[in-house]
């Protein structure tokens, strides 16, 4: 038995290195998209059938062109790439002692059927190229010819007005809706000036608003809304939209502008415009336009300029509306507007109705307070003339508020608030006249009104406070009682004194909560002096008219009494004369007096008593006003007593013993005048020579 021969390990192919090298060879002549498993196995059989075609007898020329073909095929198109496989053929072939003649043969022709495929691929791949540089240039000048066609059909059917021109301005096309709206046709207008169609007012506007700011490049597009003129020489208003389009070497090239005719629509605005800026019952300018020509007068107006205004309020007009009806109103209100814009020079003056029965005046650049005055004076004059509405003659009258002065020293909303006050101060002092603005007197109606605004706090936070002035017997000076006095110490004002905020307080009906205030706080510290003295003094404390006339007063004076535990007997309530005749029932007085209350008559003397009406009242007391007991002082240059100041005291004296009244004499302030009053049979005395007025603690002190 004959062994097996072992083969050993298998050999390699040696067309798979061959393969190989080629591969490493060609690899970075070209782009090619196979996996280079792919491109082994291609080089690998192009390998086998070369080696074959040497071989061949004769050589196989016809695959070694397709071999050369097949490379082209797989895109190794590259330069170096068939210099470089025959470089590496070459070699690979003679290494195998293959016949040198077939080997350059089979390498010869495989190159030149590489150059053969090169050669149809590049004018495959050229004439790809061409048709697709026709087809794009076919599709290009069709989506052209389709542009131009839609922007025609665009251009020549839009209802908007579109022009095309150059830099200049001069019209280069326009559309049918450009030429209908001017009035124009096409031809009359390519070539024209677009300026020579704009209104001559507004030339210079659209020139500097349009062409300027698109030439400069400063805006993309100017929209602006002027004047035209069309060919009939109509002027209508136009909407313009210009925007300029650069040429293409990026400098501006041409100009389009899109329009439409909004005459109407600004015919509308104007409309709209007047009916929101006028008075519909009057025509005259409302209370808008009368805020904008204030603004434009403030903001526009040189530094030296001066403003006047009439602030006009027609008197006892809601009479003739409740009595007459609101139609003979409105043509009274009508009437007087005609009578004031008659009555003012329209060149710096505007009338306006504010609203109801209230008009305005205002003067720009007015020449002083004298001109604004006689103006005022006009207009009174003016409307005093009877008006006669249907079967009715009337008769008005107005109160004018005149305000004038520098317009850099002043602002709207403090020109109008003096104009108000003013206006006030007319009605207050009579109505049918006009008033100047003081601004002395302004300033004390505002801290009338502080002080009547923060009197209400001022009393919660404590801020009132007693004094109390001694009363005292003429006859041997002893301190019978003492005169309860209020004081506020405001804290913005500082110390008040009842002469300050007392006729504030009155006006306002603050008199009320505050004389209950110092009713409580004068009882409380009067009951304070028993425990210092056996025979304390009584308290007097001041009532006015409102408080007098206040139902809850007597309710009000037994609860304090019982809450202070003040004896009524040392209590007197002191009333002026105008108090006692006012509306305060005298069922009120014979209550406190039934409490055990003395009723005082202060500052007797002064007012309008009627002494029957007097005689009828519980009153225990007469206070003589200060300015009879000044006349009891002897002037240096004169030493004799005034003989009718003397006879007034000695009457009024002789009236309240006929009465059986005390007498308490106010206002002494030396002995002469003392001696005097005692003498002439007055009973107490209270002044500075008995004593100014003292706080708690030293009303203490002294009965201690």
């Known amino acids: 038995m004959t062994a097996l021969r072992d083969p050993g390990p298998p050999q390699p192919d040696p067309n798979v290195a061959v393969a190989r090298r080629w591969a490493a060879a060609i690899g970075d002549t070209s782009y090619v998209t196979v996996g280079d498993a792919q491109l082994a196995q291609l080089l690998q059989d192009l390998v086998d059938r070369l080696r074959t075609a040497v071989r061949a007898a004769p050589p196989d020329i016809a695959t070694a062109e397709r071999a050369g073909a097949a490379l082209v095929g797989a895109h190794f198109t590259g330069v170096d790439a068939l210099q470089r496989s025959i470089a ?121 608003e349009v062409y300027r700011a698109l030439a400069e490049g400063g805006r993309e597009h100017v929209r602006v809304e002027k004047r035209f003129l069309r060919r009939d020489g109509e002027s209508i208003w136009g909407l313009l939209t210009v925007s300029m389009v650069p040429g293409e070497d990026g400098t501006p090239g041409y100009v389009v502008a899109v329009g439409e005719d909004v005459t109407d629509l600004h015919r509308l605005q104007t409309t709209l415009r007047y009916q929101a800026m006028h008075d519909p019952l009057t025509g005259l300018p409302n209370r808008v336009m009368f805020s904008e020509r204030m603004e434009e007068a403030f903001a526009d107006s040189p530094e030296d300029a001066r403003l006047g205004l009439l602030f006009i309020d027609l008197d006892g ?20 507007a005609e009578r004031l814009d008659r009555g003012v020079d329209h060149n710096d003056h505007l009338v306006a109705r504010l609203g109801g029965d209230e008009f305005v005046v205002l003067v720009e650049r007015s020449g002083g307070e004298g001109e604004m005055t006689a103006l005022a004076e006009k207009l009174l004059i003016e409307l005093a003339a009877p008006c006669h509405i249907g079967e009715h003659v009337l008769t008005v009258s107005a109160s004018i508020g005149v305000v004038e002065g520098p317009v850099a020293e002043t602002d709207r909303a403090e020109l109008m608030r003096a104009a108000d006050v003013t206006l006030y101060w007319a009605k207050g002092d009579g109505r049918n006249r006009w008033a100047l603005y003081d601004s002395a007197r302004s300033e004390a109606e505002t801290v009338r009104h502080l002080v009547s605004a923060s009197m209400p706090g001022g009393l919660a936070r404590g801020e009132f406070y007693l004094e109390y002035q001694p009363i005292n017997a003429l006859s041997d000076s002893r301190m019978n009682g003492l005169e309860a006095l209020v004081r506020w110490r405001h804290p913005k004002f500082g110390k008040m004194r009842p002469d300050d905020f007392i006729g504030i307080a009155e006006d306002t009906g603050l008199i009320v909560p505050l004389g209950r205030w ?59 004369e105008s108090a006692l005749m006012g509306p305060a029932p005298i069922e009120t007085l014979h209550e406190l007096v039934a409490l055990g209350c003395r009723i005082a008559i202060d500052d007797f003397g002064t007012g309008y008593s009627n002494l029957a009406y007097l005689r009828s009242l519980p009153v225990h007391s007469l206070k003589l006003a200060s300015l009879f007991v000044a006349g009891l002082q002897p002037e240096p240059e004169c030493p004799g007593i005034d003989d009718v100041d003397a006879e007034i005291v000695a009457t009024l004296v002789s009236l309240a013993r006929t009465l059986r009244l005390t007498v308490t004499a106010e206002g002494i302030e030396t002995e002469t005048q003392a001696e005097r009053l005692q003498a002439l049979g007055c009973h107490l005395g209270q002044g500075y020579l008995f004593g100014t007025p003292m706080a708690p603690a030293a009303v203490r002190a002294l009965l201690h």
């Open 88 to 208: 590496m053929l070459a070699t690979e072939l003679d290494r195998e002692s293959l016949d040198p003649t077939a080997v350059w043969a089979v390498i010869g022709a495989f190159a030149a059927g590489y150059t053969r495929a090169l050669r149809e691929v590049t004018l495959d791949e050229q004439e790809s190229i061409r048709r697709a540089d026709l087809i794009a240039r076919t599709r290009t000048e069709q989506a052209l010819r389709a542009s131009d066609a839609r922007f025609r059909a665009v251009f020549s059917g839009a209802a908007v007005a579109i022009g095309i021109g150059d830099v200049q301005g001069a019209l280069l096309d326009v559309n049918p809706a450009l030429s209908e709206m001017l009035g124009y046709s096409a031809d009359e207008l390519r070539g024209r000036s677009v300026l020579s169609l704009v209104h001559p007012d507004d030339v210079a506007d659209v020139a500097a």
């Open 317 to 336: 007009f809601k009479v003739v509306n409740d009595t007459l009806g609101h139609d003979i109103g409105d043509r009274l209100l009508m009437s007087v």
């Open 518 to 576: 110092v009713l409580e706080e004068a009882c409380r510290e009067a009951r304070s002096w028993a425990e210092l003295t056996p025979d304390p003094p009584f308290i007097s404390v001041n009532v006015a008219a409102r408080q007098a006339a206040d139902p809850q007063l007597v309710d009000d004076v037994r609860a304090v009494l019982a809450q202070t535990g003040l004896p009524p007997e040392r209590l007197q309530l002191e009333l002026t």
